[in-house]
């Protein structure tokens, strides 16, 4: 009896006066969106790397209708919960709702981020409001000179693991023949 008694004090002292969730009950309409969001497009999730707080995405942007004329971005997303519909996945293709943050571009929890079925795919409101993509940077070629004296990157490595393993078996032999005497 007094251990519920005393069960009951804390949870009356300890007790949260207030609670706190997401305000994103609801979506809101693509209108809204459209114009609370800095960056809207259609892109295919090309690659998912995982850190400790966030996913970062590689994104083949398809088509874009605001703030962005890349052809490819990353973008940051909560590692567990993604955006509205939970994290993204790679290979799919997203109609993404994004914000421009000092870091990159960043898909919040809030966001009405939605798969796609193709590019194509998406409200008649964002239709018209297509923004064109810059072509990609083409790559410079760089000239390499070899000589014939050249060895190949793995042959170094080989290299350098052999006369480390010999560098050991050395000291290992010298440090049991100095126990020994």
């Not at 969106?33 to 999730?45: I, L, M, Q």
């Not at 590689?58 to 993604?82: H, M, N, P, Y």
């Not at 079925?117 to 000239?143: C, F, H, N, R, T």
Request: with cysteine.
């Amino acid at each position: 009896m007094l251990f519920s008694l005393m069960l009951l004090f804390l949870f009356t002292i300890f007790y949260p006066n207030a609670s706190y969730a997401l305000s994103c009950a609801n979506i809101p309409p693509i209108e809204t969106a459209y114009e609370r969001y800095d960056g809207v497009v259609v892109g295919k999730v090309e690659e998912i790397v995982a850190t400790s707080v966030s996913n970062e995405l590689q994104v083949k942007v398809l088509r874009s209708f605001k703030g962005i004329e890349a052809q490819s971005l990353t973008i940051q997303e909560d590692i567990t919960w993604g955006s509205w519909h939970g994290p993204s996945v790679k290979g799919e293709t997203y109609l993404f709702f994004l914000y421009e943050k000092a870091t990159g571009w960043e898909n919040p929890l809030c966001s009405p981020t939605e798969k796609v079925a193709d590019q194509a795919d998406v409200d008649p409101y964002l239709e018209g409001k297509d923004i064109p993509l810059k072509p990609a940077p083409q790559a410079k070629s760089m000239v390499i000179e070899s000589s014939n004296n050249a060895v190949p990157s793995q042959a170094n490595w080989m290299a350098i693991t052999v006369s480390l393993l010999f560098i050991g078996f050395v000291l290992f032999r010298f440090i049991h023949y100095l126990k020994k005497r």
